[in-house]
């Protein structure tokens, strides 16, 4: 078993930041616009889950346009755990200020109060005069031949505080932290040295789980690159020259030497993250390699400190005991 | 020199160097670009073809190969009506794709181990699977893909994809 502690995005007081837009285009669709690379991790479901969630339509009306530097503004890298989060919670200011404006200027529209309004599946509807309703888009147009422009921008910006130099210390290093327990059961073959991950148990602490599934498979594939850190890859490098340049000769896991995982996901909300979320995606390897080398010292009483534990070292440790 | 071959059930002439390979004319020639080049040698899985029924890393079958030969790439796999095949299907509704870069060779596979074993156990479709590596996923929705797959085929609905094909 082993338990993690991770501060996510780059914090130290690193001026990191996210932007994104959110505004209806053509007859029936709402277009997200930020420059976060989705490398499948699946920022972009998430952008789309978090638009959706807050101007009460359904998925299918969204479109992104994702990382084009003539029509993005800057959403920061695809690395340190950070999209969900930052971008995530660009995008859900971006569209409460849609919502915002919509509001604003739908009131004006049937000259009426704010609580007197509502708006669901891309209709923006009064709950005073029944005929006070049209589309998000026929507001749209309505604005635009006035030259007003219908569209919403959020930009998030949270404050990080550099480290004492000394202590290390500060207010809060990095924007959020998340952990991540896992237990694993393995098997040493005494004989061979293979070990063989039978099971693994995650239990991750996501904030909150914009897209559950999502989730699970950034703690499945962690878990794979976590046990493949821990038993097999290394990378031999003699004179700067890489010795095992390719599959056979740098182990990366297969379908047969990853376990199943059992996901649990844990939601504390307590995050500036957009409903609470945290970023969780290099958490959810991070655990594995320690979970492995203890249950490894479970099984035989050897403590490693050099990884990957290969076949060959096991075998060695085992001779000397 | 000229080979002949049928691909997705069309047939096709091309003039290839002996020096080709069969992903090149793949992805370059013909411009389907679902098989990917992952190493180049072998290794990964990712340019996984059936060829004559059988998957094949195309990266290491020559173009002069393939003349008389029988293809099939994950472009085949959709109905004439423009449908999914279920296998693409289950990728999709269980989150199998991550990147997807390994996942054209993946469902190749899985498409190979369903004709033989229509309701595989998950060991079995780990160990058909095992040539295809996959960097982010972790296999676990990949495996539950190709059983999803297997019980909506075997519940009935898809047996026009057996004709198609």
């Not at chain 1, 914090?11 to 277009?31: K, T």
């Not at chain 1, 999502?214 to 700067?240: D, F, S, Y």
């Not at chain 1, 996901?263 to 655990?287: H, L």
């Not at chain 2, 085929?153 to 198609?164: E, H, I, K, R, Y």
Request: hydrophobic residues 35%; proline residues 5%; negative net charge.
């Amino acid at each position: 078993m082993a338990t993690i502690m991770f501060g996510f995005g780059y914090g130290e007081g690193f001026p990191d930041h996210s932007i994104a837009s959110v505004e209806p285009v053509g007859e029936n669709r709402i277009l997200i616009r930020t420059s976060a690379a989705d490398v499948g991790q699946g920022i972009q479901t998430v952008a789309v889950q978090i638009a959706s969630e807050v101007l009460k339509l359904d998925p299918e009306y969204f479109e992104i346009v994702e990382g084009d530097t003539h029509t993005t503004q800057n959403a920061g890298s695809s690395s340190a755990t950070r999209q969900t989060y930052f971008t995530g919670q660009a995008v859900k200011e971006a569209a409460e200020d849609l919502l915002g404006n919509i509001y604003h200027h739908a009131s004006q529209e049937f000259t009426t109060n704010h609580p007197e309004m509502a708006i669901k599946d891309g209709r923006i509807f009064s709950h005073v005069n029944s005929e006070d309703e049209m589309t998000i888009w026929e507001l749209r147009d309505r604005l635009a031949d006035r030259g007003i422009e219908l569209k919403g921008r959020g930009t998030f910006f949270p404050r990080t505080y550099k480290p004492d130099p000394e202590t290390g210390q500060s207010e809060r290093v990095y924007v959020g932290y998340s952990y991540h327990t896992q237990v694993v059961e393995v098997v040493v073959d005494t004989v061979t040295g293979q070990v063989t991950v039978e099971k693994a148990y995650s239990a991750i602490d996501a904030g909150k789980a914009i897209n559950p599934a999502g989730v699970e498979g950034q703690v499945e594939g962690g878990t794979a690159q976590g046990l493949g850190m821990a038993l097999m890859e290394e990378q031999v490098i003699e004179k700067g020259r890489t010795l095992n340049p390719d599959m056979s000769r740098y182990l990366v896991p297969t379908a047969l030497d990853v376990p199943e995982v059992e996901t649990v996901i844990v939601e504390n909300e307590d995050t500036d993250g957009p409903f609470g979320a945290k970023g969780i995606g290099e958490p959810a390897m991070i655990a594995t390699a320690p979970a492995i080398i203890n249950a490894i010292y479970d099984a035989i009483g050897v403590r490693f400190y050099r990884l990957p534990v290969t076949p060959e070292k096991i075998k060695a440790a085992l001779e000397q005991n | 020199m000229e080979i002949t071959f049928t691909i997705n059930n069309e047939k096709r002439s091309l003039e290839v160097s002996p020096h080709q390979r069969l992903l090149d004319i793949i992805r370059k020639d013909l411009g389907l670009t679902a098989a990917k080049e992952g190493c180049g040698k072998g290794e990964c899985g990712a340019c996984t073809v059936l060829f004559n029924g059988e998957p094949v890393a195309s990266c290491l079958v020559l173009a002069p190969q393939a003349d008389g030969a029988e293809i099939l790439t994950v472009e085949g796999l959709i109905s004439r009506e423009g449908e999914l095949h279920p296998l693409q299907q289950a990728f999709l509704d269980t989150g199998a794709v991550q990147c997807g870069f390994c996942i054209p060779g993946s469902i190749m596979t899985g498409y190979r181990l369903l004709q033989d074993n229509p309701e595989p156990k998950r060991e079995e479709v780990r160990q058909a699977l095992a040539g295809n590596i996959c960097r982010c996923t972790g296999y676990q929705k990949i495996v539950d893909a190709v059983q999803l797959a297997a019980s909506r085929m075997q519940s009935g609905g898809d047996s026009s994809w057996a004709q198609d094909l």
